[in-house]
Each structure stands twice: as C-alpha cells, then as structure tokens.
C-alpha cells in the first residue's frame, strides 16, 4: 500500500501522488512569535514533524521541501511590545529561537526552510498589485482589501456559508468594506507602529497575505500538501486559497490539504484566550521531550487529544519499557529497514495509534526471543521507532533521566566515588549504606568490569 492522507477538501481520505516524486513540497502555516507557545500549538508542529519524516521515507530524504513560516509582524506582536517597551525584533528573534529550541527538544526535524513575514514585504506589495490589476482587490481609506466576489470558490474548503459567516459575525464589518467578508491585505500604520511604504502610503500586511506569497516564492504556485491547525481552514486558509487562486490565474494553491485537530483541556480547546495553557517550555522542564512526543502522538491526528498528567506518566512508562530492550543494542550503527507493520500503519494517513500497537508488538516478540534473533528484533523495533522520530537517546542516559525531586546526577557519580573508596578500605558498612540509601531513592547501582554505573528505576 502507497500512501494515503485524508484531504480536507475533498473530505476523504486520497491517496498522495506528489506533481512531482522528486521534489514534494508541503508548507505548515508557524506561529506567532510574541510570547512562549503551548502544547496545542506543539501538538500541529509534531503531528506535520511526522508527515514530514514519512514523506522522507517514501520519495528520499532530499525529495521533500519543507516549509514553516514565522510571524514575525502582526498586531499581537506590536501590543507585546508597546506593553513592555521591547523593540519588535528583540521579541520576535527571541520567541522563534524559543520555538526552534522546544521543537528540536521534541526531536522534530528542521523543516527545510523557516521564512519570516518581515523578509517578504516586497513580493506581498507586488501581490496585492497583481489582486488590484486583476480586479480580485481594491483600494478604500489607506486599506486594500481583498473581495471576495470575485472568487466563486470561497467557502469551499471549510464548507462555511458566506451569510452564515456574517450573521455570526465573524468577520469584522468596516465602513470601507464593499462586502463585510471582504478581508485585510495591507492596511496603513499609525506612526509608532512598524511600517513600509507602498503605493497606498506606509502601511503592513495583513496576517493572511504572507503565507500566499511565502509559498509563492519559496515553493512554487501549487505545492503538494498544505497543513495547519483545523482552527486555521477558516478564515486563514479560505483567504489564502482566494488570494493565491486568483493571482495565479484560477491555479490550485495546493494539491492537498491536512488539519490536526485539537488539543484538549477537558472538554476545552487548550488556547490562550481560554486561558487554560500549559507552555512547551515549562513541560519540557519537567518531562524528557520524547516522553511529551510520545503522548502527543497517541492519539490520531485527526482526532481531538486530551492533555492529562496521567498521559505523560503513561507515555514515560511505555518509553522505559522499549529503553529497558533498546539497551541491548546501545552503541550499534546497524540500521534496517523498519517492519511493514508500522510503515503501513503509517502510509494510512498517519495511523499512530496504530504504529504504537505495532511497536508494542514488536517488543513483546523481541523480548521473547534469544540470541541473534533478538538482537535483529530490536534493532527493527528501534528503526521502526525511529520512523516516527523516537529511540534517538542513548538508553544509559535515558534511565539516567532528569533528577526530579532525588538527588542530582553530580549527587550520585560523588556518593559513587565515595562507594568506592569505602570499599577499598574495605568498609564494607559505608559502601552498603550508600548503596541502600540510593535504592530507597528509586537509584539502581550496577557493578561492572569498569566500575559502578547507576540508573533511575
Ligand atoms: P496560533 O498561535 O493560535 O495561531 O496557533 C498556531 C498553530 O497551532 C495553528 O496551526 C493552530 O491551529 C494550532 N493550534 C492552536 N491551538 C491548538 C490546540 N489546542 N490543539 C491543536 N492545535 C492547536
Ligand atoms: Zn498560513
């Protein structure tokens, strides 16, 4: 079986055939970067870590271009500013350094590409041009705004009603709209907020634009899978399907579309409006950032994902239980291909549910083998894990862990030290004392042809 996603617009899973096998290009609509994000937002960065990875697999690694862009202008971003007087720019390039250090701490890979908004200014004024040119847009008190009339496909994607839309107010209504769900591409800035000049006067782009042109430049007019939030298909990607569509002379903005669906608190979407927010950053203090992966992949991605503490406990149990195997074969270099039954699981539009089944297989027949079968077993079982971006850390650190409420790392190698000393001068009672005291902390001393090591139970 090839590869299958589910596309949102022709809702229903599709097999993928890329326009060309040699080049895939997906795009992943990134954040805002203005203050520290949380684990929802984690959760659609590593469900598209994922695809990515898959995709690599499939067609090459350097068959697949990848896509993420920062916000790095945005109205969210001036109040943040004007709030703590920070310049702009010292608050974006600190928060897109944060999101890039939480992501590699939940082992997802570098996208190929990271464009920021502020870089694409020129190619978004020329857009706009392009739209005005084209009838698709029109100029009214210092805004241009996108019309919405004149692209007969809007709504299509998220299947939302235009007159549903506006009596639900969920587009904003302005004087110098021609239809209220006409939207924002450029509007004029006050003088101490950031600006560019443009032909309508100095002004900055509507949130929306940047991603039409970032794709544009980066990837082509239509790349192969679009991917974001399921939050993001309405109003986000309706717009950029219609600026993009009609710049580009009715040409599709891409072949596919994929949304992760949401995190949960309860029965809430985890948001900040909510209020109801765990940050990647302070979690990744507490739990190892596979263990986090782990719990954000268990469920599929389309469905919704209910955050618990009980989750993450879990999640760190199943890791120990495959790390315990995963030791056996430290140090080894051999890598083969990972077992069908977790590729395929995978190729089924990211069945991760169903990948872990397959790994939990894959270790309760490794472990009940012996031998050189054994050792082959886990090394699938490692590989197979690897595909979906764990069993990366060596298993000695790994049960070494993070030190928790016990006694630090530097702690324990000097009591060894002392155990060892001890028993030199063959005070046999200090060097067992050390010993009990370190059990009754969860901490397991192994003596060894090289002296003594330890690990966490
Ligand atoms: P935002 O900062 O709200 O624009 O979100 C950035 C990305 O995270 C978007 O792709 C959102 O769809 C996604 N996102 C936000 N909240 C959640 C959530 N609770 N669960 C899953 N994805 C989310
Ligand atoms: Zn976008």
Redesign the pocket.
Known sequence: MSLAIHDTMARKKRAFVPADPKRVTMYV?G??VYNY?HI??A??AIVFDLLFRVLRHEFGDDCVVYARNFTDIDDKIIKASHESGTPIGEITTKFAKVYLDELAALNALKPTMTPLATEHIEEMVALVERLIEKDSAYAADGHVLFSVDSYADYGRLSGVDRDEMIAGARVEVAPYKKNPADFVLWKPSASDEPGWDSPWGRGRPGWHLECSVMIEKELGETIDIHC?????RFPHHENEIAQSACAHDGAALARYWMH?????MGTD???KSIGNVVLTHELLKEWPGEVIRWALLSAHYRQPLEWADALLEQSKRQLDRFYRLLEEVAGSDENPAPPESVVLALRDDLNTPEAFAGLHQLRDIAAQTDGDARRSAILRLRAAGQLLGFFHADPAEWFRGEAGDGPSAEEIDALLVQRAEARKAKDFATSDKIRDDLAAQGIMIEDGPDGATWRRE
């Not at 974001?228 to 993001?232: A, F, I, N």
């Open positions: 609509c954040p805002t994000t929802g937002n959760r659609s974001g939030g399921q939050d993001l992760n669906g949401f995190l949960r979407k985890m948001s």
